[in-house]
């Protein structure tokens, strides 16, 4: 295995009083067009048939969740009444779909209103400085914030969250723990600059300068709620489903986003199989091929994301849209589970000691050994797996500890430490 150095970033502490209400949080992800809009709205409508006071959200940017639901949606959650059989009385299922403009104006809106500010004195159209103020990621922080916003609310019991297709939803999963370091250290030194600079450029320039504002909100969602946004999609409440169809590509790219989320310590509870044929087509001359391939590929699923459990739905003989198609949907879909449970016993980063002594286990399902680099530096641990990489801060007696061994077999890396002499 080879060592690679990089570049190390601080521990991140928590806040004194800074909870958070355990509201079960859902997030489905997939290649595109798999079908994880029909799967996350047909979850939310079968938990608010069950009793929940449901939410779906669409995180994606290509919204089309409205389109499933039937109903137009905007940023704001929006009551969807419906008369579903079984259902309780006073059913309680609202959606909404997460604007980015929105939600970075209600959150981060000092900053915003100066980055419009500087590019309309270059000269740029207002329309188009509205565009660029929206930063690298901030599709993806405007998304977090506005889930983490109706997790703690109070207002929901479930939030199930239609995410963008693998890639963006690995970098909207990951952003508080990549984002933090980097923002931190940017903010610190645009302070200083401030400070020194900008009471003296004031008086000989006209461009738009940061002020108190600014800092104050950049400040707030830095040290706050990036921290909260962490704590929400690695804790207990939270898992992501992987929604495939039995073709190779997509099976290929969810086992990928499986190891880049077990990377995140961020658990993975089920698999959906979606548009299966039904098993009388099998006996058609014309789909036995595809009945037999689509055989094989649901068997490779199961083996391979063992012990995730792999829920089956049917290829339908229409689209999925209205509200009683997704929750009869939904109902067989779970088959008897519920919806809004931990599907899977979660697989997680831990620290252990043994004779040898300390060590890190790290799961990473699919991960390729020869593609994983290990390397520590200055009380954090390096790891990238096939691209991606994470920074994990270490405890006290492994910080001061050397780097030992790193064995990646069976999808576990166990990472070993040496203790310094007289350590």
């Known amino acids: 295995m080879s060592i690679t150095r990089l570049r190390a970033r601080a521990s991140p502490a928590v806040a004194a009083g800074d909870t958070l209400r355990v509201v079960r949080v859902v997030l489905y992800t997939g290649k595109g067009g798999v079908g994880k809009t029909t799967t996350a709205a047909a979850t939310a409508a079968h938990a608010a048939a069950r009793g929940a006071r449901a939410l779906v959200l669409s995180a994606d940017p290509a919204h089309s969740l409205g389109d499933v639901l039937g109903e137009r949606l905007g940023p704001e959650p929006r009551r969807l009444a419906a008369a579903l059989r079984g259902a309780p009385r006073g059913l309680s299922l609202h959606a909404a779909e997460i604007?980015?403009?929105f939600a970075m104006e209600r959150h981060w809106g000092a900053v915003r209103d100066w980055l419009v500010a500087v590019f309309r004195y270059q000269g740029i159209d207002e329309t188009v400085a509205e565009e660029l103020a929206l930063l690298p990621g901030a599709?993806?922080?405007a998304a977090l914030l506005a889930v983490e916003e109706h997790a703690r609310g109070g207002a929901f019991d479930v939030v199930v969250v239609d995410c963008a297709p693998t890639g963006s939803a690995l970098r909207l999963l990951a952003l508080?723990?990549?984002a933090r370091g980097a923002f931190r250290v940017l903010l610190r030194v645009q302070q200083?600059?401030?400070?020194?600079?900008?009471?003296?450029?004031?008086?000989?320039?006209?461009?738009?300068?940061p002020d108190a504002a600014v800092f104050r909100d950049a400040e707030a969602l830095i040290f706050r709620r990036l921290l909260r946004l962490r704590r929400l999609v690695s804790g207990a409440q939270t898992s992501v489903r992987l929604v495939v169809t039995p073709e190779r590509m997509v099976i290929d790219e969810a086992l990928r986003a499986h190891t880049d989320l077990a990377l995140f310590d961020l658990r993975c509870d089920a698999v959906v199989m979606n548009r299966l044929l039904p098993e009388a087509a099998a006996h058609e001359p014309f789909f036995q091929d595809w009945s037999r391939v689509q055989a094989e590929r649901v068997a490779e699923v199961e083996e391979r994301f063992a012990p995730l459990p792999v829920l089956r739905?049917?290829?339908?003989?229409?689209?999925?849209?209205?509200?009683?198609?997704l929750a009869e949907h939904g109902a067989e879909l779970f088959a008897g589970r519920e919806p809004d449970a931990l599907l899977a016993p979660p697989e997680r980063l831990r620290f252990a000691k043994d004779a040898a002594g300390y060590r890190l286990e790290l799961p990473l399902p699919h991960a390729d050994p020869g593609a994983v680099e290990v390397a520590k530096r200055e009380g954090a641990l390096f790891v990238a797996a096939g691209g991606v990489r994470r920074s994990l801060p270490l405890p006290r007696p492994l910080a001061r500890a050397a780097l030992g061994s790193a064995r990646l077999a069976e999808g576990l890396l166990v990472v070993r430490f040496v203790p310094e002499a007289g350590g």
């Open 99 to 101: 604007d980015a403009r």
């Open 139 to 141: 599709e993806e922080l």
């Open 176 to 178: 508080p723990d990549l």
């Open 192 to 209: 200083m600059l401030a400070s020194v600079v900008t009471p003296l450029a004031r008086s000989v320039l006209a461009a738009p300068l």
């Open 313 to 325: 739905a049917p290829l339908r003989e229409d689209e999925v849209i209205g509200l009683a198609r």
